[in-house]
Every structure is written in C-alpha cells, then in structure tokens.
T-cell receptor, first 114, second 114 residues
Framework: EAQVTQNPRYLITVTGKKLTVTCSQN?????MSWYRQDPGLGLRQIYY???????DKGDVPEGYKVSRKEKRNFPLILESPSPNQTSLYFC?????????????FGQGTRLTVV | AQKVTQAQTEISVVEKEDVTLDCVYE???????LFWYKQPPSGELVFLIR??????QNEISGRYSWNFQKSTSSFNFTITASQVVDSAVYFC???????????FGSGTKLNVKP
C-alpha cells in the first residue's frame, strides 16, 4: 500500500529537549516536504526536498532542520523546541516527474512543547 | 499576499442541504494546479480532486462538484445533499509551475447537523 508514515503520532516534550519526527514514504517519490498546521493559518511549509541531499526552506523554517540522506526518509529535527512550535505536523511526498499529481500526506504528528 | 483564500472560516448546515465552499487563488503563472483536501476529525488529509490551469471543465463526483473559473480565480467546491460524514475541515491548495511549494488556504470547517 502506497503510504507516507510519520512517527510518532503524538509527542509531548519539554522546552529545549532535542527531538526528531521521522517520515518515510514507499512510493519512490523525489519530492518530500514538511508542513505545520495551526488554527486559522492552514498548512504552512517548513522545508522541502527535491531529491536526495537537496533541501530548501519553505515559509516557516526557523527552529527546524531537515536532512535527506535517502530517498524514502525525510526527518524533521527540532534542535531546541519552544512552546511556539506546538503544532500539528504533516509530512508529504509527491512525484515530481508528474506535475499534476497530488501530494500524499502522512497521518500527522501532534507535538506539544511545554 | 495570500496565495489561496478561503474566506469562510466555518459553515453550519443541516443534513441534506447543499453547501458551497469558496476558494480564491492568486498566481502569476499560466501553468498551475489546484487541489482540494478534506481533513476529518481524525486529522488525516484526504485528497479529493486536482485540476490544472488548462482544464476549466467542471467536475462532478457523486455528491461532490467543483467549479473552476479562471476569470475570477476561483475553484469552488459544492457538496449536494450534505451528510453528517461530510463534517470536516476542507482545504484548497495551489501548486505553481515551479513545483516547489504547495500553498494552502486557511481551511473551512463544515459542520453538518443531523
């Protein structure tokens, strides 16, 4: 089954404690991206990656890092989480060779930073 | 400026009523792609439809229909004979020709009451 898998689904952490949210896709997609969803703001792009070792900032990259060492994985790293990073996070992948395809989203990770 | 505007924050209807969710987009590209996603209370993002800028044909899928009008930069979504299971947040999204970003509207929460 084609899917994007995020882990964990829920996470409560304390300010300053480094954490990683993993994302993996099994569709051989080149393009992957991370979004955060906040009330009234919709989804905003954090980082995206066009292929292995190619990453770039989205609209709200501050406080986040990503890496793309393998095609299937695109982890989101919060080096020093703060309460304003409490949000619902989504990872997505897309076939960049087919311009009109939709993005496939993971199930979401609800992060609370206290 | 916001690329995708969903002016309706929340709509409440009674079951079996028809409801239209508005989406207005902004882009200078001649090639672009529009999408609708549904986010049920469980939180995942469910793809509903995509439309490219060269295809202005309206589409109907069961109780769902979409009206794409380039002249007004709108891509509205109508649910006919709404059902309680339609209760969700609906997002409109735009992807431009450079493919790197997916712009989401702020979402419209639809409440369908029995």
């Amino acid at each position: 089954e084609a899917q994007v898998t995020q882990n964990p689904r829920y996470l409560i952490t304390v300010t300053g404690k480094k954490l990683t949210v993993t994302c993996s896709q099994n569709m051989n997609h080149e393009y992957m991206s991370w979004y955060r969803q906040d009330p009234g703001l919709g989804l905003r792009q954090i980082y995206y990656s066009m292929n292995v070792e190619v990453t770039d900032k989205g609209d709200v990259p501050e406080g986040y890092k990503v890496s793309r060492k393998e095609k299937r994985n695109f982890p989101l790293i919060l080096e020093s989480p703060s309460p304003n990073q409490t949000s619902l996070y989504f990872c997505a992948s897309r076939d960049s060779l087919l311009m009109n395809t939709e993005a496939f989203f993971g199930q979401g990770t609800r992060l609370t930073v206290v | 400026a916001q690329k995708v505007t969903q002016a309706q924050t929340e709509i409440s209807v009674v079951e079996k009523e028809d409801v239209t969710l508005d989406c207005v987009y902004e882009t200078r590209d001649t090639t672009y792609y529009l999408f609708w996603y549904k986010q049920p209370p469980s939180g995942e993002l469910v793809f509903l439809i995509r439309r490219n800028s060269f295809d202005e044909q309206n589409e109907i899928s069961g109780r769902y229909s979409w009206n794409f009008q380039k002249s007004t930069s709108s891509f509205n979504f109508t649910i006919t004979a709404s059902q309680v299971v339609d209760s969700a947040v609906y997002f409109c999204a735009l992807s431009e020709a450079n493919f790197n970003k997916f712009y989401f509207g702020s979402g419209t929460k639809l409440n369908v009451k029995p």
